[in-house]
DNA sequence: GGCATCCTCTGACTAGAGTCAGAGGATGGA
DNA sequence: TCCATCCTCTGACTCTAGTCAGAGGATGCC
């Protein structure tokens, strides 16, 4: 790896910890330790249970329990059995741990201004502009790629949320019924997979393949959440699904797709996709692409 | 302030401290609490008297006493009386110290890696880029301008880099014996004053102003260090000189200075300046300059 | 030489942030 | 109905990271 960048991203790590770091915790943990203050912002305005709670901050339960004490002792939250489930707990924020956390919420503008404050109008935009990227980036970083079934519920949000875009992006609209989309059963194995992608644990995007006997690999279903485009993750995708389809035996890979997606239809050239022939009658396709693969 | 810029702004944070905080511990602390570990940094390789430890990390002198004890009996540091002042001490690294030292710098290596490992060429390159801006405009909010002594150290300092760099960039070089250059005792009170820039205490540029009675005042030895350029630091110095040139009842301010300064040049121009002739005759000058301040 | 001041160290504390090993109620399946 | 499993809680610890109040040697100045 590049040493320069190297160097750049220690500096980088050094100032950042030194002014957001140490400000943080002196904005946030002013009044309250800061394990209570993280909690209290993880509990949400509709509440939360207690092992949610543990997964998301990744603390022991002894710990959290102690900390749940201390605010249900300051009355800030109330913690109750679930209905359903009367193991498992609910917490749950008070008027008065609404207020709490508001005032937590208020601290961190503060602190984000704090950072804005001493810059002129020309230097705040372009530090929140150069902030923006360095977050996508880091995000980008953190995108992780699972399979999963294609009726989990992580690919269930992901599917409803690709056809409702379709359904505006398409000059025509965009029927389910219509068109020739696989059964879930098609992206299962042994006859295809389903990707997902997540950052910290939310679905932000999805890719489908199927894999027909003694036939080419199809991709099916590729799909990124607006928010976490230009972070490379089609490509991701698209490099995932070949090696995917190369390791099943399968030395073409293609796919259909609608005039509509341009960015999409600009990927799978860069990527090395040439359109071919119309292999399909799929009704909403207009292009008809297709790579050789080792 | 701007409400879509404070929640990018908390967006960065959250993710940064996410990141690069989370990891930080986790690579440096590995072995060894973190206290212990900067302060293993902050001695660096020619050593460091306790108290110079004590004032840079902000520590109190009991705990101080303690981690270098713990430091001590690992071998890692030796602690001697100062020759001159046998109140001071002064803590060495010794040769395991050294290698440990070594051992975090790697770390800080390994760390910086892992944020840039996942990611491909194009996305790496526009991350360190990113991480730069905002190393920058951060730093830039962490500058501080005091008014000190001309004799002053810092001052020195800054004047010595000055003279160099105009000495390099002027076409037939510069020799401060030729020049107009004021005495230190008109950049004192009552007759001038200097001002210095510092980050983290460090010199990163100079100005003064001369105010002589019934006068015009004067800018002179206005300085930015190379690697704190872009940072609007000049026009900051102007501003500031400005105001005080004002305070003292001055409603002219003036400058000469030579045509190798571009920036300089395009910078007196943007801040309102009018070139006039010239008002006296300094041999390097080829532009004088004057503005009507309130 | 005497005394205030400086610098460092030690002892005695505190608070936060966790960890670990059960206890004990709730649930679900055989 | 019984038993394994799940979820949460409690008690008993540990480690960091600090703070505070002096003790005691070294120095500088009168």
Known sequence: MDPSQIDQVRR???????????LHDRYLGRDRPIGEARLLWEIGE?????????????????????????????????????????????????DAGRAERATLDGRSDELAGSLLEPLNTT????LVAAMAEVDRLLTAATVVL???DPDHPDAQYCLRSYFMELRHRFEDGFDPARSLLPSAGELRPPHGLFLIARTHGEPIGCAGLKLPPRAPAEIKRMWVAPHARGLGLGRRFLAELEARAAQHGRNVLRLDTNKALGAAIGLYHSFGFQEVAAFNDEPYAHYWFEKRIT
């Open 146 to 148: 699972d399979v999963v």
């Open 123 to 126: 230097q705040r935009a372009r």
């Open 12 to 22: 980088f790590n050094r100032t950042v910890t030194e002014r957001v770091g140490v």
């Open 46 to 94: 509709r509440g939360q249970d207690v092992r949610r709670l543990r997964e998301r901050l990744g603390l022991d339960s002894g710990y959290v329990s102690r900390l749940l004490r201390a605010l249900e002792s300051d009355g800030l939250v109330t913690v109750e059995p679930q209905p359903r489930d009367r193991r498992v707990r609910t917490v749950r924020l008070t």
